[in-house]
């Protein structure tokens, strides 16, 4: 049974929740309502689901002869003033809602016993969790088809100041439509948060106090922090990582241990985690956005993460109402401060609409700012080149031979060999020397200890593998792991032996795009 206060699994038997402490009154057969008419409008059918606050039931709407969905809250809990106010609020959050992929309400009202109740829209089809854990792989099409639809009831709700604050998949319907297939309804807004000032009245949840599923929590949701329409977002950004991968971005056994890694570590980039799974470099790249510690580093808003979405198809980005965007993201790196962020390497650079009104105007302000790049880097080699052949030319004047050492031979020259480079990613291994079956065993010790959050051993294991048998899978991975820790020249050494190793890599405008120097 879920707790009534925090939505926490309290087991069958406990009397009180060990999550808050809060007591657990347990319903009992009496609730049982099946075949009852409730409010004189709707029969009773069949019992759907049951929760922390009641019962759902399927019932039907006597005067239209139409099948809803009927949401009672249990007897035991008439008298809690908190969990009273927080259906009250959900009702009243559904009641803001109108949007096509959001939940319908129909009523709202009390049972001739006094009983609370909700009815809305009966959606047939599955849940997204039932169709990931039969139907994984999803085609990359698929999953922006379904996510984008999320995204469009989150901007409705976000826009009427609604937060869900509980987003993931058992919460999100998929129904095959004739005509139209994967048709999403965004269900559950049961902890939803209503961002109205101008209301007075008691906080339903106590401060510091979170509220929502673990897996799917916002960093800042963790901490019961103040949230706002970006927490939504990272829970999206969950879901995506888990439609990709089959996966969540991070492992734990426990609540606490969630919580503690959405604040605390970053998680494994998908194609890393998955490296079999057809993932295109863009949607990972807005995943990764998504996921970031930072609400500043992820889409500020529902409407410009379904743009980006699209985006990553190759179309161009659109908003809800299918105009082009004025502010396209462009995929670089944000310039580092002298405190990074966390995964501030994703952070947009925004185009505003006076500074880049048209495609045509972005495209040329790139090209303007590659050529001065390569202009400065350009007039600096020659500056360069001129001062070494001053300094040469006053290095000849001090050894040139005196009048009265002209008629002596020049003494011997030591030629001293420049020390070569010793940095890893520059070995050199000949082919009779590589050993593919040990670098073969120590990358898939390098996966575990990434995969585990341990990455100085992770990076230490797949450097041996390099040195037993280089190749470009392996500092492809070396880079990606230095650049997630900001230890820039690293991560430009390792991308650079990758991009000289393979030069067709599926990874070339990614690295480029985060560091543009590797290209001059």
Known sequence: ??????????????????????????????DDIIGK???KKFRVESMLGEGGMGKVYKAKQVALDKMVVLKVLRQSLQSDERTVARFQREAKAASRLNHPNSISMLDFGQAEDGSLYIAMELVS??????????????????????????????????????????????????EQRRGEADFVKVLDFGIAKIQDTSEDGPALTRAGFVCGTPE??????????????????????????????????????????????????????????????????????????????????????????????????????????????????????????????????TAPIRLTREAAATAGERDEAVLREKKSIATVKWVTAALVTV??????????????????????????????????????????????????????????????????????ESLQKYQEAFAANPSPDLSLKLGELYFQSNQLPQARGWWGRHLRDAQASRARKYILDAMPDLAL
């Not at 879920?2 to 069958?12: I, N, W």
């Not at 099409?141 to 009831?153: E, G, K, P």
């Not at 908003?319 to 390497?345: E, F, I, K």
């Open 387 to 456: 001062a070494l052949g001053m300094g040469g030319f006053f290095v000849w004047q001090l050894m040139a031979p005196s009048s009265a050492d002209a008629g002596q031979p020049p003494p011997p020259v030591k030629v001293v060999e420049a020390p070569r480079s010793r940095e890893p990613y520059d070995a050199v291994v000949p082919a009779e020397k590589r050993d593919a079956a040990a670098a073969s065993r120590l990358e898939r010790e390098g996966d575990m200890f990434h995969r585990t959050g341990q990455l100085p």
């Open 1 to 30: 049974m879920l707790c009534p206060s925090c939505q926490t699994d309290a087991g069958d038997v406990s009397k009180y929740c060990p999550s808050c402490g809060e007591p657990i009154v347990r319903a009992t057969q009496a």
């Open 37 to 39: 008419l409730i409010a």
């Open 216 to 345: 799917y929590m916002s960093p800042e949701q963790a901490r019961g922090a103040q949230l706002d329409p970006r927490s939504d977002l990272y829970a999206v950004g969950v879901i995506l990582y888990q439609l990709t991968t089959g996966m969540l971005p991070f492992d734990a056994d426990s609540a606490v241990g969630f919580a503690t890694k959405h604040l605390m570590e970053q998680p494994p980039p998908p194609s890393m985690r998955r490296p079999e799974a057809k993932i295109s470099q863009a949607l990972e790249a807005l995943i990764l956005r998504a996921l970031s510690k930072d609400p500043a580093g992820r889409p500020q808003t529902a409407d410009d993460f379904r743009a980006e979405l699209f985006a990553t198809q190759g179309g161009p980005a659109r908003t809800a109402t299918g105009s082009l965007r004025a502010g396209l993201v462009t995929p670089m790196a944000a310039p580092r401060s002298a405190t990074p962020t966390v995964n501030d390497r």
């Open 125 to 174: 089809g599955r849940d997204l969790h039932d169709i990931l854990g039969k139907e994984w792989p999803l085609p990359e099409a698929r999953v922006v088809r379904i996510v984008s639809q999320v995204l469009s009831a989150l901007q409705d709700a976000h826009l009427a100041g609604v937060i869900h604050r509980d987003l993931k998949p058992e919460n999100i319907m998929v």
